[in-house]
């Protein structure tokens, strides 16, 4: 299981014999979105909707502010990538694992109407998306916090991304990324 693999194993995040943790009260709100390689399960990401029970990131920090009249917003987070495939890139996957698993999440997010995705990341491990996440158009929301889910000491922010400017990058850039974002592709099938 990659929770393990990688957040147990790899990073020593995981309370030794604390159980299953990766369960929680978000689950019934949550879809996983994965990414094979062959029959292999190499890395997933979290989708979490906005619900009565509120983000995950808000155990932490209030981000009232976020929730403007009309936004619709959900929260990735659990973004977990099998070392070995984590700089690998494949004929199905031409941006790899991590470029497979946003264009699922924006598929996801156009088909659910989602205006705005909130990504909670740590900030002082060598593994951190946030270069890669911000490149893309995720913005700072000045919300910095610790996440005491998990045992990784050190902090963690919110970056936020409007879906609709994500879309309109494709117009102003010829960056061959957002294109890839855009097509077709017979791979991408999410399960609900």
């Given at each position: 299981?990659?929770?393990?693999?990688?957040?147990?194993?790899?990073?020593?995040?995981?309370p030794p014999g604390?159980?299953?943790?990766?369960?929680d009260?978000?689950d019934?709100?949550s879809t996983y979105l994965?990414v094979r390689?062959g029959?292999?399960?190499v890395?997933t990401?979290?989708l979490?909707?906005?619900?009565?029970?509120?983000?995950?990131?808000?155990?932490?920090?209030?981000i009232?502010e976020l929730?403007p009249?009309g936004?619709?917003?959900i929260?990735?987070?659990?973004?977990?990538i099998?070392?070995?495939?984590r700089?690998?890139?494949?004929?199905?996957?031409?941006y790899?694992?991590?470029?497979g698993?946003?264009?699922a999440c924006?598929?996801?997010?156009?088909?659910?109407g989602?205006?705005?995705?909130?990504a909670?990341?740590f900030t002082?491990t060598p593994t951190?998306?946030i270069?890669?996440?911000?490149?893309l158009?995720f913005?700072?929301?000045?919300?910095?916090?610790?996440?005491?889910e998990l045992q990784?000491?050190?902090t963690?922010?919110?970056?936020?991304l409007?879906v609709?400017?994500?879309?309109?990058?494709?117009?102003?850039?010829?960056?061959p990324?957002?294109r890839?974002l855009?097509?077709?592709?017979?791979?991408v099938d999410?399960?609900h």
């Amino acid at each position: 299981m990659l929770w393990n693999a990688v957040y147990g194993t790899e990073f020593g995040w995981l309370p030794p014999g604390g159980g299953p943790c990766h369960k929680d009260r978000y689950d019934d709100h949550s879809t996983y979105l994965m990414v094979r390689v062959g029959h292999q399960v190499v890395g997933t990401m979290r989708l979490v909707a906005d619900s009565a029970d509120g983000l995950p990131v808000e155990q932490f920090v209030n981000i009232d502010e976020l929730r403007p009249p009309g936004r619709r917003l959900i929260e990735c987070q659990r973004l977990m990538i099998l070392e070995e495939h984590r700089n690998q890139r494949y004929p199905n996957l031409p941006y790899g694992v991590l470029g497979g698993l946003v264009k699922a999440c924006v598929h996801w997010c156009v088909r659910k109407g989602i205006t705005h995705i909130l990504a909670d990341l740590f900030t002082e491990t060598p593994t951190t998306p946030i270069g890669p996440l911000k490149a893309l158009g995720f913005t700072e929301t000045g919300k910095e916090f610790i996440d005491t889910e998990l045992q990784q000491a050190g902090t963690s922010v919110a970056l936020l991304l409007d879906v609709g400017e994500l879309f309109s990058r494709p117009f102003r850039t010829t960056n061959p990324f957002y294109r890839y974002l855009m097509e077709y592709d017979e791979i991408v099938d999410v399960y609900h």
